[in-house]
Each structure stands twice: as structure tokens, then as C-alpha cells.
């Protein structure tokens, strides 16, 4: 089965900074996508960014990129230039290309954004 | 743009009760699925649903859990008999197609007294 793992249970950034969070992932598939969502106190999950495994070049949306290696199965994501409305839960989930395309989280990180 | 949206998004439940959880996906989505989060923890897979069958559940979905698609539009979970670990939220997503992303819903938050 595969597994996420998210070493980083807390982490905090000034704000203005740049921030990376961690995650690995375990898996022998080669058709897979891995993906960041945020979580704010609200508890909504919102999709941050996502990347194709098939696809070498890192994903980017706005402030948000990711640094996917393969070869070592690690995914973090990179947010730059950090505002106090990125405080939020980030949780790094892994999807398998086949079968019913269920998400597998990782235990979660909390951000902090100081300003 | 279009939105996953669950109601109740609060239920309180004696323990003992059935509850239903319902769900409207975006509607030209084709794949549903339910998470629920203990308060603490991480997201966990419940069931996903394609073609009006299940297509895959968890260990956590035993017998006490259904999910239906009753109407072509809501997507439903019922919990038979809920206990006090059942307290949790409880998230809906929906998905166009294979490789496309999962939008979710906001979610129930379940207390069971």
C-alpha cells in the first residue's frame, strides 16, 4: 500500500518569506499524481497544486511550486513570498493512475505565517 | 465556478442513530468519493463510487456505512448505528474524469453524543 509522510508536524515562516514543506511518499506504481491541499481553521480542503509523475518538470501556480524528485519519492512545496492567509494546515496526498483514484494523505503541516 | 456542497455542514447525533450525510457533486462529475478527519488528524479514504457502485472502500467502512446516489444528483452516506468514534468530519469530493483533480466539499462535522 502506499503511504505519505509529512516529517514536519509544525513549521513557521515571517511573513515575506519562503517557506518548503516536506513529504515523501512510498509507492512502486509508476502512474501516479501527488498533490498539495490547504486546510485553513475553516477545515475546508482547497487544492493548492498538483503534479503528473509522468511529467518532469515542476509544477508551479503563482506563489506556490513544487520540487518533485522521483527517483528519491519526495515532493515538497515551496510557497514564496508567505501572507498571513497562508496560515493553514498543508496536507501532501499521493494518487495512484489505476484503479478508483482514492487520495492517500499525509499526517499533515501546520503553518504558521509571523508577521 | 462550480462547488461541491454538503449539508448538514453541523450534526449532532445521539449515539445509537442513524445519520445521513448528504452531498451535491458538481454535476458533470462522474467519480465521488468520502474522507472523514478525526479532529487531529489526517484525512482518511472512506468509499469511492463510480457508475452507481462502489469501486473501492476502507477497512472503515464496514457494514454500519452505505452510500447511495439516489437522484442523479445528491450523493449520500449513512451511518446505521453511529458510536462516539464516528465523531469526525466527514468530506465529500467529486471528480470529472480519471487524472483530473478532486474538488471537496466543506464538510459535515459529525459529533455523536
Known amino acids: 500500500a502506499q503511504t505519505v509522510t509529512q516529517s514536519q508536524p509544525e513549521m513557521s515562516v515571517q511573513e515575506a518569506e519562503t517557506v518548503t514543506l516536506s513529504c515523501t511518499y512510498d509507492t512502486s506504481e509508476s502512474d501516479y499524481y501527488l498533490f498539495w491541499y490547504k486546510q485553513p481553521p475553516s477545515r475546508q480542503m482547497i487544492l493548492v497544486i498538483r503534479?503528473?509523475?509522468?511529467?518532469?518538470q515542476n509544477a508551479t501556480e503563482n506563489r506556490f511550486s513544487v520540487n518533485f524528485q522521483k527517483a528519491a519519492k519526495s515532493f515538497s512545496l515551496k510557497i514564496s513570498d508567505s501572507q498571513l492567509g497562508d496560515a493553514a494546515m498543508y496536507f501532501c496526498a499521493y494518487r495512484s493512475g489505476q484503479g478508483a483514484q482514492k487520495l492517500v494523505f499525509g499526517q499533515g503541516t501546520r503553518l504558521t505565517i509571523n508577521p | 465556478e462550480p462547488e461541491v456542497t454538503q449539508t448538514p455542514s453541523h450534526q449532532v447525533t445521539q449515539m445509537g442513530q442513524e445519520v445521513i450525510l448528504r452531498c451535491v457533486p458538481i454535476s458533470n462529475h462522474l467519480y465521488f468519493y468520502w474522507y472523514r478527519q478525526i479532529l487531529g488528524q489526517k484525512v482518511e479514504f472512506l468509499v469511492s463510487?463510480?457508475?452507481?457502485?462502489?469501486?473501492?472502500k476502507s477497512e472503515i467502512f464496514d457494514d454500519q456505512f452505505s452510500v447511495e446516489r439516489p437522484d442523479g444528483s445528491n450523493f449520500t452516506l449513512k451511518i446505521r448505528s453511529t458510536k462516539l468514534e464516528d465523531s469526525a468530519m466527514y468530506f465529500c469530493a467529486s471528480m470529472r474524469d480519471r487524472g483530473q483533480p478532486q474538488h471537496f466539499g466543506d464538510g459535515t462535522r459529525l459529533s455523536i453524543l
Open positions: 503534479q503528473e509523475a509522468y511529467k518532469q
Open positions: 463510487f463510480y457508475n452507481n457502485e462502489i469501486s473501492e
